[in-house]
């Protein structure tokens, strides 16, 4: 439905301070898709993230969005492509949901230009797409977590964006709103072709709902693929240093985590052997 | 498929309706301080030890010449009330600015320290150098702007947390309080009505010179900061949200501030950190006006009301002659405290 | 990690003990040498002969009449810094907040307002009135304070703690000009006493403030035990067996008796009470029973310190100690905020 676009990132190295959180990376979105990013703590997913986002200015190398470098790119330009929901966004003190997924509209707006009907249909597209028109006139603060996150995603996407980047959109929600929640981002991409970029804690969510999986390791590229291809038991022994099983799960048919650790396990090789 | 089309542009008008509902009431609060205004403003001119009808005020500013009335209105009373407007004007809009940027009601500029650094060199300028007006303008702004640099740098450790800023404000401006009160007592001689201009703001005495410089201060700043309302109400969001919308935040962050200061300390120069009113004046057209959209303009009506209101009632109200700082300062204590135990109740931003 | 730490020898437990009486006898040195100078030096500098025959109640020569008149200074200076000292040292750890001081709390402001109220209103003309007075209106700002800070989510952190003791000094503060402002009379004794100064210190004025000082020490000092539990949370300190209220009311009363008594001798001295506990406790530790005497006795050298120098930088005029102490404390409470990992709005 909408023009695919490709996202890079080439040569990149990242970090705050003196640190340095990601060393040398290259790698590429895929279009069209829902590529997930994971790894264990502090191994720079949200970082490169905030980067891929303009966020954060590299030190070395770049992110290239359609040939061109985003952190050239000027910034409303840059967002009427390509959207981002941070991990904690803020609302305001009493601001009603039809009012915060306004805010939505800023790059399409002008310093002093009028509130157009445009607007006004990209906000009622959003709410409906999220499911979330019933509460156009409610306060952000007395909706739950789930709704609030449907909420935030209702914002970017009156933004209108090509492209959507998210920073662990399921934190803080229970497990039926994280799967109502990426259920959601997928509708997204398959109804209007959205390309959607996250960052997921959860492993085998990750695996359920990538169609690209990128494992990053000590801020280097560990393995980045088909969930089948990147999340083995040698990954996880490598990215989280934890002895696992994977299995195909019996739901999806994708890949499968299961954690060993040390106690509980019945049998290790019954395990093993069914795999 | 009809069903679809059939629910969508009901779905817009519905946002529509809620869209304009919001603005409508904005729009309507404006509409209503700016009138409240005008009557208080007009008052202020007729008002007085002696009474002037409407016809030799208005005279009056036709240039006209009214036996009486042209010294009484034309030399005390008109550079006074304009001056309380624009101070009012500025303290509401600079403070409501510093309160939405670092979304705390708390953050004021004269909680932070940017009022008292201007209000210090304000007198410092005075007592110490013995500065004409220009002079004491361009050091209270330079201070002003100095102490908001001072206390953005101290804050500064990879990224600014607005709770560090506050807090470092908060300290600088505890000594900023003690060098004012230091220099005003080196003075020859103690002025209590001077002082309490450098101390809590007084209109009294005031003139053109004083008023004429934050005119121009308003005229060119504060269209600067408006302009600046969009990406100020992104910044709500969040940084990193904002970033996304497409907000250049620190260049924001950087004309807002700067415009912000250079207001507070015009007005500061002139009046006197006058007190609570940059603190005040947010919240109160926050509760007028309802969630959502640009306090701006609304909190600097609010602001130019609760000056030009309390100017008048301190010089007539009372047995004695208060100082407008006083009067505001009285009004907005109970204010304040009852608004630190609201926001704490509700454990959100603090 | 407590596996590979060696074993503790006997001399290893009590080498800090060592390390804190060394500590403590320097701070004793600091604060006899601190004493010594502002006996001796002022707007007229006197030498050591001169001090000490004075001090042995000679009273013949100019510099000798000067020592006398700075004696009950100086002593009035080392009694309000270890009063503030203290006072600090035990709010910050009743509070269990870094930024806990009698001047950020507005406990300040609340004994000014409280004086000018008496001054004005019940006319009150007698010092040891303001005593009464001056520590009713120190509690009552430090229950509002807290109570306010305390509201909400998280309880008492630093900044709610802090902005809430910011607003009400304003708050206090808008009220006390509004009672001075009609009365030129009060406004110029008032006026001084508000920047904070041990310049007109009489014997007596000394005498008057000691039995809520001694009052308020004791109180402190019996709490220092019951402070290092109160260290780990309400609810540990509650499971060691600590009765967690009456600790806190007890340690409390005693640190307002300290600063509201210090407040009405010496009028309002801010950072005082913040900067010398967070000294003390790079030097000797969080252990409270070492920390307070500590802090009593770092704060007594000083505000002594502050005083002198008030006296030696602006030749023949004075700068009041309240100014000196706020210049000084200032920073080090930046530095403090900025060291602190703050949680971000």
Not at chain 1, 16 to 42: K, Q, W
Not at chain 3, 165 to 188: E, Y
């Amino acid at each position: 439905m909408t023009a695919n676009h490709s996202l890079e990132v080439q040569d990149l190295a990242l970090g705050y301070g003196d640190r340095v959180v990601i060393e040398s990376l290259d790698l590429a979105v895929r279009p069209g898709g829902i590529t997930v990013i994971v790894g264990a703590n502090a191994c720079g997913k949200s970082t490169l993230l905030r980067s891929m986002s303009r966020l954060l200015a590299p030190r070395k190398g770049r992110v290239v969005l359609d040939g061109k470098e985003v952190h050239r790119t000027p910034a409303k330009e840059l967002a009427r492509t390509m959207g981002l929901l941070p991990q904690s966004p803020i609302a305001p003190e009493g601001i009603t949901v039809a009012d915060l997924v306004g805010r939505g509209r800023h790059p399409h707006q002008g310093m002093f230009t009028r509130w157009s009907r445009e607007d006004d249909a990209a906000v009622a597209a959003a709410l409906e797409a999220t499911h979330t028109s019933d509460l156009a006139e409610r306060s952000v603060d007395e909706l739950s977590g789930g709704q609030r996150q449907r909420v935030w995603i209702a914002m970017a996407l009156a933004q209108q964006t090509d492209l959507l980047l998210l920073d662990e959109p399921t934190t803080f929600l229970d497990v039926s709103h994280q799967v109502e929640v990426l259920d959601l981002l997928t509708d997204l991409n398959r109804e209007r072709g959205t390309t959607i970029v996250m960052v997921l804690h959860d492993l085998n969510l990750a695996a359920r709902y990538a169609d690209q999986l990128i494992a990053l390791a000590d801020g280097r590229l560990h393995a980045m693929g088909e969930p089948a291809q990147v999340l083995t038991e040698d990954s996880v022994r490598a990215v989280f240093g934890l002895e696992s099983r994977v299995i195909p799960d019996p739901t999806t048919g994708r890949p499968l985590m299961l954690p060993l650790g040390r106690h509980h396990v019945l049998e290790p090789s019954g395990l093993a052997a069914e795999n | 498929m009809s069903a679809e089309t059939a629910i969508r542009p009901l779905g817009v008008e519905a946002v529509t309706r809620g869209r304009i509902r919001r603005t409508a009431r904005r729009g309507a609060v404006v509409a209503v301080l700016a009138v409240l205004i005008a009557a208080v403003f007009a008052t202020s001119l007729m008002v007085g030890r002696t009474f002037y009808p409407p016809a030799d005020v208005v005279a009056v500013i036709l240039g006209e010449q009214v036996p009486g009335a042209s010294f009484t209105v034309g030399t005390l009373r008109l550079p006074r009330a304009v001056l309380a407007v624009a101070a009012g004007l500025c303290f509401g809009i600079g403070g409501v600015t510093f309160q939405t940027m670092l979304r705390n009601p708390l953050a004021s500029p004269d909680i932070i320290g940017i009022s008292s650094g201007a209000s210090a060199a304000a007198a410092f300028a005075i007592v110490v150098l013995s500065l004409g007006r220009t002079g004491v303008s361009a050091v209270a702004i330079t201070a002003g702007l100095a102490v908001a640099l001072l206390i953005y740098a101290l804050a500064f450790r990879g990224g600014v947390a607005g709770t560090r800023l506050i807090l470092i404000g908060i300290g600088i401006a505890a000594m900023l309080d003690s060098l004012t009160s230091y220099v005003l007592s080196q003075a020859a001689e103690w002025d209590l009505q001077e002082a309490m201009r450098w101390l809590t703001g007084s209109l009294n005495g005031s003139t053109w010179t004083e008023t004429v410089p934050v005119l121009l201060a308003l005229a060119v700043l504060a269209p600067l900061l408006l302009s600046q309302a969009r990406n100020l109400s992104a910044m709500q969001l969040g940084d990193d949200t904002a970033s996304a919308l497409g907000v250049r935040v620190e260049r924001t962050r950087v004309i807002v501030i700067v415009a912000a200061v250079g207001l507070i300390a015009f007005a500061t120069a002139a009046a006197g950190p006058i007190a609570f009113v940059a603190f005040l004046s947010g919240p109160i057209a926050a509760r007028i006006v309802g969630p959502g959209g640009s306090l701006l303009v609304p909190s600097a009506l609010v602001g130019a009301l609760l000056v030009l209101v309390a100017d008048l009632a301190g010089q007539y109200a009372f047995g004695t002659r208060f100082p407008v700082g006083v009067v505001t300062g009285v009004l907005g204590a109970p204010y304040l405290v009852y608004l630190i135990v609201r926001t704490n109740r509700a454990g959100g931003s603090l | 990690m407590a596996v590979t730490r060696p074993a503790p020898d006997a001399g290893a437990a009590r080498r800090p003990v060592r390390a804190r009486s060394l500590w403590l006898l320097l701070a004793l040195a600091v604060l006899a040498a601190a004493m010594l100078a502002s006996v001796a030096w002022g707007s007229r500098i006197v030498g050591l002969a001169d001090v000490a025959a004075a001090l042995g109640g000679a009273d013949e020569t100019i510099e000798q009449a000067a020592v006398t008149k700075r004696v009950p200074r100086t002593l009035l200076a080392v009694l309000v810094g270890a009063a503030l000292g203290l006072s600090g040292a035990v709010m910050q750890g009743v509070t269990r907040n870094p930024l806990a001081d009698p001047g950020i709390l507005g406990v300040n402001m609340g004994a000014s307002l409280a004086v000018v109220c008496g001054m004005v209103f019940f006319g009150l003309t007698s010092p040891s009135g303001y005593i009464w007075v001056a520590i009713g209106g120190a509690a009552a700002a430090a229950v509002f304070v807290y109570t306010v800070g305390s509201l909400g989510r998280g309880g008492a952190t630093p900044l709610k703690l802090a902005l809430a003791g910011a607003a009400t000094s304003a708050a206090f503060s808008s009220l006390v000009t509004a009672v001075v402002m009609p009365r030129n009379d009060v406004a110029g004794s008032f006026r001084m006493w508000q920047i904070g100064g041990v310049g007109g210190a009489s014997f007596d004025g000394v005498v008057r403030v000691l039995p809520f000082l001694a009052v308020g020490l004791v109180l402190s000092l019996m709490s220092a035990r019951a402070l290092n539990s109160l260290a780990l949370g309400d609810d540990l300190a509650a499971g060691l067996g600590e009765r967690v209220a009456l600790v806190r009311a007890t340690a409390g009363l005693g640190a307002v008796l300290l600063c509201g008594a210090a407040t009405a001798a010496a009028g309002p001295i801010m950072f005082v009470g913040l900067v010398v506990p967070h000294m003390c406790r790079l030097l000797i530790g969080v252990d409270h029973r070492w920390l307070l005497p500590f802090s009593a006795l770092l704060g007594a050298a000083l505000l002594t310190v502050a005083d002198v120098v008030g006296r030696v930088v602006a030749r023949p005029a004075e700068v009041e100690v309240g100014i000196v102490t706020a210049l000084i404390g200032a920073p080090v409470f930046i530095y403090i905020v900025r060291r602190q990992k703050v949680r971000a709005l």
